[in-house]
């Protein structure tokens, strides 16, 4: 979902005119590789039931030391129930285990178990069974009960502490929009129900094929009732994981150590190679990059995660590709069309109209961090298909506006107005909006963009009644999980315009049923399903597809391979190691 969207991403995707709303990899997700450009590789569907701890040893790794992680921009929590935002969620899996959990294999994720299984669902799809592993220990020694499980999913409800985290059991979950957590109504909730010491039961209101997925999401982390402190939580969270606190300055810096009472053999998907680890933030993302290439003293063990500058890039070239961590990420970023007040042939004449390249070099984007796009899903969904381009929607070239002027005139609609918001206190941003309205003008539109200030843009294209008809917000998605689940029902359902999270603003019964129809199939059957899907709503012609964006993080030269987690654009925690 778009609030997962990393910061510096979400900062490039303004550039669209909008707000998103959650490295050249090589074709295995790889890291320090000699390519400096190439295609992100399309994603299978994955799944792994019979996956047993402990995980598959990471070839030439060896376990001690410290790895320091830098960043310029603090996780906003570190409460699992809270965490949304792609940088706790990786950090979170040093820490937090979940029912089930993704292995990344060549580079691709596999859902395996975890503290469950996959689950079994019922013949009607509306119950969800999972059975737990026996023996798992918090950090203090203490048992994981399955009422600790059940019990963090109804902490999720109390949405009006736990602001920011993922609500997806709000809608699909039975009483979901009425059940307000155990703080407000109490403990028992028709939901979630446990059964003996290993069975957790989830009702649903509809069927949601994809629930093992969203159940690696760090709010299914057990958490023990009498241990929540609530606000306070976040600040010393009970590991399950490899890893808990040592200390932590909220804003500024974490440090973990081991935990004495996590047990390898349980678990398929994580490694605890470093001893320790570093992180600390509120640094300058272009000198922290700069001094990481350079590694000099603890510089060598260090990463930073902040989106790579271009600064570094001739560094990089000069030698230092070793150091360059790719791989797959979770976005799309495209610039909105509303179709309630654009008709679809004048969407037409926008896109034959675009200055595709003319905006590529104007922000200054390259292939390191980004891959010009052609459909809805980036190639690291699942079941994404390459299908061929959309007319006009190609995302290259510099558009044809005595085309576009034509098809105008054919439609008597020369002169039609498109507005649409941009932040005017950035000399980049109002760049920008000046390429996309001098294409527009030339191609026989009146042409209005509103500029407003950085503080006001969010508010603005996030208000679907404004008076504009382009590049409203969310400029951009990322995945939940690696299927079309966490994409296409969100962004093109009817519902979407009242979540505040559509592109284009359909409102189609046929396509919501439609939609409908894949999602309440098998995982491993709707997979090929939102491929096709994918390709009828670009047809709508709702969205400018811009970029997939791409991981793209230095390493010091003491750290070993390191590779990417494609599940959030990161790179990959629980495989980390030093060479010495």
């Not at 034509?406 to 109002?430: C, H, I, R």
Request: net charge negative; glycine share 8%.
């Amino acid at each position: 979902m778009a609030r997962r969207l990393n910061v510096a991403i979400a900062a490039a995707a303004a550039l669209a005119l909008g707000v998103t709303g959650c490295s050249s990899p090589s074709s295995n997700n790889g890291s320090n590789s000699d390519a400096d450009t190439g295609e992100i590789s399309t994603q299978s569907n994955a799944l792994d039931p019979n996956a047993k701890g402990p995980a598959t040893p990471v070839a030439g790794a060896k376990p001690g030391g410290t790895i320091t992680i830098q960043a310029q921009v603090t996780p906003n929590t570190f409460d699992p129930t809270d965490i949304y935002y792609v940088d706790a969620n990786e950090i979170g899996k040093l820490l937090f285990r979940t029912p089930t959990q993704f292995d990344i294999r060549n580079g691709k994720p596999t859902l395996v178990p975890d503290l469950t299984d996959l689950g079994t669902v019922s013949a009607d799809k509306l119950t969800w069974t999972f059975k737990m592993q026996q023996g798992i220990k918090y950090e203090d020694g203490s048992p994981v009960k399955v009422e600790d499980l059940a019990y963090a999913i109804k902490r999720s409800f109390a949405r009006d502490i736990y602001v920011n985290g993922p609500a997806y059991q709000t809608q699909f979950f039975t009483d979901g929009d009425k059940y307000k957590g155990p703080y407000k109504s109490g403990d028992t909730y028709s939901g979630v129900q446990t059964q003996g010491t290993d069975t957790l039961i989830i009702h649903l209101a509809k069927p949601f094929s994809d629930l093992p997925f969203f159940m690696t999401f760090p709010m299914f982390t057990p958490i023990p009732k009498a241990k929540d402190t609530k606000q306070d939580y976040k600040n010393h969270p009970l590991a399950t994981g490899p890893y808990m606190f040592d200390s932590y300055q909220a804003g500024t810096s974490l440090k973990l150590k081991r935990n004495p009472n996590w047990d390898p053999n349980t678990d398929a998907a994580r490694h605890d190679y470093p001893d320790a680890w570093n992180f600390q933030w509120g640094v300058d993302a272009v000198k922290s990059q700069a001094a990481v290439l350079q590694s000099n003293g603890n510089d060598a063990n260090t990463l930073n995660y902040d989106v790579l500058d271009a600064s570094v890039i001739p560094t990089i070239q000069n030698g230092k590709q070793d150091q360059l961590v790719t791989g797959e990420s979770t976005c799309t970023i495209v610039v909105q069309m509303d179709s309630r007040k654009i008709p679809l042939e004048i969407r037409k004449a926008i896109a034959k109209a675009w200055p595709y390249d003319a905006n590529w070099k104007t922000e200054g984007l390259n292939d390191y961090v980004a891959q010009r796009a052609t459909t809805v899903m980036p190639p690291s969904v699942q079941g994404y298909q390459k299908y061929p381009p959309i007319t006009d929607l190609t995302d290259t070239g510099n558009g044809d506006p005595a085309g576009a002027k034509k098809m105008l005139q054919d439609a008597g609609k020369l002169g039609f107005e498109v507005s649409w918001y941009f932040d005017n206190t950035k000399p980049k941003t109002q760049q920008v909006s000046q390429v996309r309205a001098d294409a527009l003008r030339k191609a026989g539109f009146t042409v209005k963009p509103i500029g407003v200030s950085t503080a006001d843009l969010r508010a603005k294209t996030g208000d679907y009644d404004a008076p504009v008809n382009m590049g409203q917000s969310p400029a951009g998605w990322c995945s939940d999980w690696p299927t079309g689940g966490s994409w296409i029902p969100v962004l093109f359902q009817t519902h979407s315009i009242a979540d505040g999270q559509s592109w284009g603003m359909l409102s189609d019964p046929a396509l919501d049923k439609e939609i409908d129809a894949v999602a309440n199939l098998p995982a491993e059957e709707a997979t090929s399903k939102w491929a096709a899907l994918d390709q009828k709503i670009m047809g709508m012609y709702i969205a400018l597809p811009r970029y997939y964006d791409k991981l793209a993080n230095v390493q010091g030269t003491n750290i070993g391979k390191t590779v990417g987690d494609p599940t959030v654009g990161m790179p990959l925690m629980t495989s980390m190691y030093l060479k010495s």
